[in-house]
């Protein structure tokens, strides 16, 4: 089929909120709407199309999506044919109550609906407003082609699994993104190495609980580890990571493929959420503080140089100073490289919505304390890079001339002198600085 010529084109403006999983939908819909005869924009006031893919994990996500619509209301005004919708975890959530409480709205696209866009799309250009937020039982990703040919950045997400089983009492993505469900192995497979035929040498799987992936291969079922060996054997694919994961799903063959799969990179995301024993029964976690830490210990055996990366809510209903020491005290005997915290706050219709808050002013100094922590921390692990040899991706031109910026097999940014550096080139260097954010290195 020939190419729409650009100048024909409408324009498709996505705001994309939330986790990365959300970065890699967005891409996935503006390939879908390119078939339907859209080119994205990075101007809203240029749009045919705005879509908002929301993320509703943060406090009061819904009324943050309101509110944006409310400032669209102007656009519209001015473009009466502009089409706006809404899609992502708030779009599952609130269904149809956005088109009632914000009448502008002509789309509403749960995550599990994507592939149906550009049939949606047409309905509105119909005047007909169109709502799908089913969990069909087709595969999203078989209906989702990508786009041929384009050229890729080297480092890529690609999801593997979606949604999750554990019911953790805080969390909204068992509601919104529904049951656990793993994308069998051949599609993965044939994905990547489209990606990296584009371009790609990196490529993070995805998952709200991605080692707990099983994806069906040959009549059986494989697991995380299983399709980590079969990318392996794919040629210029030279590093694969993975997130998030749960501890409990940690199992054997994922932490040993951390010991003997050269291209498994030394990182991990694994979320622990609290120190505090009682705290992680309130949550549903189904780890304790004790086996979360014999699972590190493990890990580490099997790649002593392993960064590792958390979550942590502070403040969780009932947490106590105690519960929160113990917090801090986990946190001083794992070791962090990175990480993320948060302030609990309620989502309606989760178990943990229905318990009495923690004092406001208490969680605030309790988040300041534990992020004080894990940023010191955090440098003194950065700081210890200095002299070490580490492989580095080269993502882009740095803001110097000659310089060169990429990720480190730990995840950290650092800046290198390299001016016949290409994107996309893997460089052996020697690091000599670290300043805030990032390292800075010199060839070896
Ligand atoms: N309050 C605060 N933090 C939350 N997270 C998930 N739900 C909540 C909530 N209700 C955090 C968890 C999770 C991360 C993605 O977001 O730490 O691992
Ligand atoms: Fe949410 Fe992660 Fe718990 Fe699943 S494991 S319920 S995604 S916090």
Not at 406 to 431: E, F, M, T
């Amino acid at each position: 089929m020939a190419e729409t010529p650009s100048a024909d084109k409408k324009k498709l403006f996505i705001k994309t909120y939330g986790c990365q999983m959300n970065v890699y939908d967005s891409e996935r819909m503006a390939e879908a709407m390119d078939g339907a005869g859209y080119e994205t924009t990075d101007t809203p006031g240029d749009a045919d199309m705005i879509l908002l893919n929301t993320c509703h994990i943060r406090e009061k996500a819904a009324e943050k999506v309101y509110s944006e619509l409310g400032r669209m209301k102007a656009l519209k005004v001015d473009k009466p044919d502009l089409k706006i919708g809404v899609a992502g975890c708030v779009a599952q959530a609130e269904g149809a109550e956005i088109m009632r409480r914000q009448p502008i709205v002509d789309l509403v696209v749960g995550p599990q609906a994507y592939h149906r866009l550009p049939e949606m799309e047409a309905k509105t250009q119909e005047g007909v407003k169109a709502l799908d937020t089913d969990f069909p039982e087709e595969d999203k990703f078989e209906k989702l082609k990508r786009r041929p040919k384009a050229k890729r950045a080297p480092s890529a997400f690609l999801t593997v699994q979606e949604g999750c089983d554990k019911f953790c009492a805080f969390c909204v993505v068992p509601y919104t993104r529904g049951a656990e469900v793993s994308r069998p192995v051949d599609r993965v497979i044939t994905e990547a190495q489209d990606l990296v035929e584009r371009g790609v040498r990196e490529i993070t799987l995805l998952g709200q609980n991605v080692n707990a992936y099983h994806g069906t291969h040959s009549g059986g079922d494989m697991t995380l580890a299983g399709l980590i060996w079969e990318l392996d054997k794919i040629d210029g694919l030279e590093r694969i990571r993975f997130t998030t994961s749960h501890p409990n799903d940690m199992m054997d063959d994922l932490i040993e493929a951390h010991g003997t799969c050269s291209k498994l990179m030394p990182y991990l995301h694994l979320p622990v959420q609290s120190g505090s024993n009682k705290i992680l029964k309130r949550m549903n976690r189904s780890h304790d503080r004790e086996s979360y830490i014999k699972l590190i210990e493990r890990i580490r055996a099997a790649r002593p140089d392993l960064m590792l990366s958390g979550d942590f809510i502070v403040g969780f209903p009932e947490e106590t100073e105690q519960d929160f020491q113990d917090t801090l005290d986990l946190i001083k005997e794992v070791t962090y490289g990175q990480a993320y915290s948060f302030k609990y706050s309620t989502r309606p219709g989760t178990p943990a919505a229905e318990r009495p808050l923690v004092d406001e002013a208490e969680a605030n100094d309790r988040l300041q304390r534990l992020q004080a922590l894990l940023s010191t921390q955090q440098k003194e692990i950065q700081d210890c890079m200095v002299g070490r040899e580490v492989n580095v991706l080269y993502e882009k031109a740095g803001r110097l001339d000659g310089q060169m910026v990429g990720k480190s097999d730990y995840l950290h940014a650092v800046y290198v002198a390299d001016p016949k550096g290409q994107i996309g080139d893997i460089k052996r260097v020697r690091i000599v600085e670290s300043s805030t954010n990032s390292l800075g290195g010199v060839l070896v």
